[in-house]
T-cell receptor, first 111, second 115 residues
Framework: NAGVMQNPRHLVRRRGQEARLRCSPM?????VYWYRQLPEEGLKFMVY????????ESGMPKERFSAEFPKEGPSILRIQQVVRGDSAAYFC?????????FGPGTRLTVL | AQSVTQLGSHVSVSEGALVLLRCNYS??????LFWYVQYPNQGLQLLLK??????LVKGINGFEAEFKKSETSFHLTKPSAHMSDAAEYFC?????????????FGRGTQLTVWP
C-alpha cells in the first residue's frame, strides 16, 4: 500500500510565476490536508479537503493560494504570482481516522 | 484555542543516554496528542499518539510518552538513545472529532546523538 505521494519533490519558481503542487492520498483515504513548514518553524495548517469539497480553509492566505481535490486525480495546491516569502516545504497528509499520514513534501524555492 | 510549546529547540545526548523531549500544550477540550519525527528532507512519521485510555503511550523505535493532564504535558522519552534517533521531533495537538486533522504543531526539537 503506497503512502501519501507528492510531486514534484522540489520546485523552483521565479517571482510572479505560478506553482502547482500535487498530492495523491493513501489508497482509501478521502480526506486531504495541506500544511506549510517555514524555515525553523513547525507545520502550520492550511486547508482540509474531501473529494470535491473544501471543508476548512481557515489557514489559507486570503490571496494567491487555492486548493482543490477533484473527484478524479490528485489534490492540487496552487500558488499564483509567487513571492520569496512563499519559499517553504509544503506537506500533504491524508487520514482514515484519528491519525494523519504525511507525504514527503514539496520544497518550493522562489528566486 | 490550541497551542504547543516544545522546550528546547536543540537537545544533545550521548549514545545510550536517556532522551527526554518536552512538550506542553494548551487546549480548551480534551486533547488528542501526537509526536512526529522528521528526518532530513523527508516527511513526518508518526511516533505515537494519545487519544483516550491509558496515559502512558508506547510508540515505534522504543519511544514512549505520558499524558499528564494536571501538568498539560506530553513529554517524549526513550531510555537509551541510538545514533539513528538523530532527527527533528514535533509535538502536536488536536481537538479530535471533526477537527481531528487540524493539528497544531510545536516549533520542533532537533535531537543530536553523540557517539
Amino acid at each position: 500500500n503506497a503512502g501519501v505521494m507528492q510531486n514534484p519533490r522540489h520546485l523552483v519558481r521565479r517571482r510572479g510565476q505560478e506553482a502547482r503542487l500535487r498530492c495523491s492520498p493513501m489508497k482509501g483515504h478521502s480526506h486531504v490536508y495541506w500544511y506549510r513548514q517555514l524555515p525553523e518553524e513547525g507545520l502550520k495548517f492550511m486547508v482540509y479537503l474531501q473529494k470535491e469539497n473544501i471543508i476548512d480553509e481557515s489557514g489559507m492566505p486570503k490571496e494567491r493560494f487555492s486548493a482543490e481535490f477533484p473527484k478524479e486525480g490528485p489534490s492540487i495546491l496552487r500558488i499564483q504570482q509567487v513571492v520569496r516569502g512563499d519559499s517553504a516545504a509544503y506537506f500533504c497528509a491524508s487520514s482514515p481516522e484519528k491519525v494523519l499520514y504525511f507525504g514527503p513534501g514539496t520544497r518550493l524555492t522562489v528566486l | 484555542a490550541q497551542s504547543v510549546t516544545q522546550l528546547g529547540s536543540h537537545v544533545s545526548v550521548s549514545e545510550g543516554a536517556l532522551v527526554l523531549l518536552r512538550c506542553n500544550y494548551s487546549s480548551s477540550v480534551p486533547p488528542y496528542l501526537f509526536w512526529y519525527v522528521q528526518y532530513p528532507n523527508q516527511g513526518l512519521q508518526l511516533l505515537l499518539k494519545y487519544t483516550t485510555g491509558a496515559t502512558l503511550v508506547k510508540g515505534i523505535n522504543g519511544f514512549e510518552a505520558e499524558f499528564k493532564k494536571s501538568e498539560t504535558s506530553f513529554h517524549l522519552t526513550k531510555p537509551s538513545a541510538h545514533m539513528s534517533d538523530a532527527a527533528e521531533y514535533f509535538c502536536a495537538v488536536s481537538e479530535g472529532g471533526s477537527t481531528l486533522g487540524r493539528l497544531y504543531f510545536g516549533r520542533g526539537t532537533q535531537l543530536t546523538v553523540w557517539p
